[in-house]
């Protein structure tokens, strides 16, 4: 579990707005929207997934990713039933986090570790390791790159080809840096990403890394039941062959396939 004194830097002003104030001669900028998703429909999830990535694949076949050291896994789920198909612990000392796939191999990260690991996606067999600085969060797949988070406001773009990185995305609402990015996904053409102990998403334009606004989960996380401090929303599938967007977090009962107002 992400240690707690981390939680004293998540003020509710870091991200949720108004993010401050603006000179005394200038207009104050307009709120950034706020939507909140309708659920299509409520789907089992497995109570004790610590949820750290989510995500499918071009075949549709969802993956889930979790964490907590000694129960890290990289697992194939089947959407409907929440059966996991097959599961592959991550190895000791690492604490596992993000993951997203590109091709036929699939990328994870550890949490203060420093080693992300790449494996088979058929066969769910570890094939290597990467290096990176800072903390790993979550990944996802950008086009042909990742994009990677690491608690900060800044997300990564690497090259899968051999992780090295492209460029980065400089995260602000209002101006202001938005702190404690988590999971990431991308929906149709934007990036989506969990802020951290927040019940908030907030939806990233990559070109400019501006948040284009936010969408309040609040609604479900009440109806998952879940009222540990760390048991968040987490998880932010998109599955680009059925055109179909689902949420959970950590350690919820409950994954919810949803529609957000306004978009596809």
């Given at each position: 579990m992400r240690a707690a004194f981390l939680r004293a830097l998540v003020g509710a002003g870091l991200a949720l707005a108004p993010l401050g104030a603006c000179h005394a001669a200038s207009p104050a900028p307009a709120a950034l929207p706020v939507t909140r998703p309708v659920v299509v429909r409520k789907l089992p999830h497995d109570p004790h997934a610590w949820t750290e990535g989510l995500f499918f694949d071009a075949t549709g076949q969802m993956y889930e990713s979790t964490g907590e050291l000694g129960r890290s896994t990289l697992?194939?789920?089947?959407?409907?039933?929440?059966?996991?198909e097959a599961s592959v612990p991550v190895p000791m000392p690492l604490y596992g986090e993000g993951s997203s796939a590109v091709g036929d191999r699939i990328f994870s990260l550890s949490w203060q570790n420093g080693i992300g690991l790449i494996w088979d996606k058929a066969t769910l067999t570890l094939k290597g390791q990467f290096n990176y600085l800072g903390e790993g969060w979550a990944l996802a797949n950008l086009g042909p790159d990742?994009?990677?988070?690491?608690?900060?406001?800044?997300?990564?773009?690497?090259?899968?080809?051999?992780?090295?990185?492209?460029?980065?995305?400089?995260?602000?609402?209002?101006?202001?840096?938005?702190?404690?990015?988590?999971?990431?996904?991308?929906?149709?053409?934007?990036?989506?990403?969990?802020?951290?102990?927040?019940?908030?998403?907030?939806?990233i334009d990559p070109a400019t890394g501006k948040v284009k606004g936010w969408i309040d989960v609040s609604e479900l996380h009440r109806e998952a039941g879940t009222v540990g401090p760390d048991q968040i929303p987490n998880g932010i599938a998109y599955d680009g062959v059925h055109h179909k967007l689902y949420v959970t977090g950590k350690e919820w009962p409950v994954m919810f396939e949803i529609k957000v107002p306004g978009k596809k």
């Open positions: 697992r194939r789920v089947n959407v409907e039933t929440g059966k996991v990742l994009v990677m988070s690491d608690g900060t406001s800044n997300l990564r773009v690497l090259d899968p080809a051999d992780l090295h990185l492209l460029r980065m995305i400089h995260v602000t609402a209002l101006g202001k840096p938005v702190q404690n990015l988590n999971e990431v996904e991308v929906v149709n053409g934007e990036i989506w990403a969990n802020i951290w102990l927040t019940d908030r998403i907030a939806r």
